[in-house]
């Protein structure tokens, strides 16, 4: 099943009156229980990559489905619909509400899909849970480590059960590690059938990915299999 299928993209910003090509004709597939790493100098286009993916911003032409959905004549009420339902968002710097307790920033992505209270905690519970983070439930960012966060934005991600998991430099403010542990989540994740798609600028958090798609100048310019791949475990 093609969860991501994209063609002949392009992204033009204008500033005043330059225009700036950020995609310039992308194309590409990703299958559901892929892990793809997209790589690239920066001003390659990564982020506007990330943020078409993920219904953040609207390409300027080509096309875009989502899970079947077209994306690129959508209004904004709609890429939110779609964005709350089919995506989960991991950032660098955790993005965690800083006075709220691991437990609710879990449950913020179903408030907005409108589950009940009730349900809303059991399933931040059983995400918080499945990330090792079950005695943390009551802790503010905080009170937790870097990893420890990254765990609960990584649970944030995946309480929806999003359609794709979508880490922007998931392990940029980690060390070592720490970075192996995470990427190791992300490994079991997709192992169980989670399509997972990364930003890094790092090779070797790239080779935790089953495939890496590199950009340059808003043109992918290779995309292979990862042959060695690193496995976490
Ligand atoms: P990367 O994430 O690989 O660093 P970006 O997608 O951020 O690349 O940028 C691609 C190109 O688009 C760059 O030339 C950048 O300057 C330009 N760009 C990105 N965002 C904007 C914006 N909001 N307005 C104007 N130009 C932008
Ligand atoms: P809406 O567009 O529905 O008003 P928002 O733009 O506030 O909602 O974002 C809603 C969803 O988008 C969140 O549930 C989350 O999955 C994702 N999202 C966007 N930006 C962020 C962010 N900075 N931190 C966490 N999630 C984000």
Avoid at 200 to 219: P, S
Wanted: hydrophobic share 40%; charged share 25%.
């Amino acid at each position: 099943k093609t969860v991501i299928r994209i063609e002949n993209l392009k992204k033009v910003y204008q500033i005043g009156n330059q225009e700036i090509q950020a995609l310039r004709e992308v194309s590409m597939e990703i299958k559901e229980g892929d892990f793809v790493a997209i790589m690239g100098p920066s001003g390659s286009g990564k982020s506007t990559m990330m943020n078409i993916i993920g219904c953040l911003d609207h390409p300027t032409s080509g096309k875009y489905y989502l899970d079947g959905y077209p994306i690129l004549n959508a209004h904004d009420d709609e890429l939110s619909f779609i964005r709350n339902r089919k995506i989960g968002f991991v950032f660098q710097n955790y993005n965690l509400l800083p006075r709220t307790s691991a437990v609710e920033n879990v449950e913020l992505p179903l408030l907005y899909a409108g589950i009940s209270a009730k349900d809303r905690r059991r399933r931040a519970v059983t995400a918080l849970k499945s990330m090792g983070m079950g005695d943390r439930l009551l802790n503010k960012p905080n009170e937790l480590s870097g990893g420890q966060q990254q765990r609960v934005a990584i649970a944030r991600a995946i309480v929806n059960d999003p359609v794709i998991l979508l880490a922007d430099e998931p392990t940029g403010a980690l060390d070592t590690q720490t970075s192996a542990e995470i990427m190791g989540i992300f490994q079991e994740l997709n192992d169980k059938g989670k399509t997972v798609i990364l930003v890094t600028h790092e090779q070797e958090i790239a080779e935790y990915a089953k495939r890496i798609i590199r950009f340059r100048d808003g043109q992918v310019i290779s995309n292979e299999i990862v042959l060695n791949r690193r496995m976490a475990k």
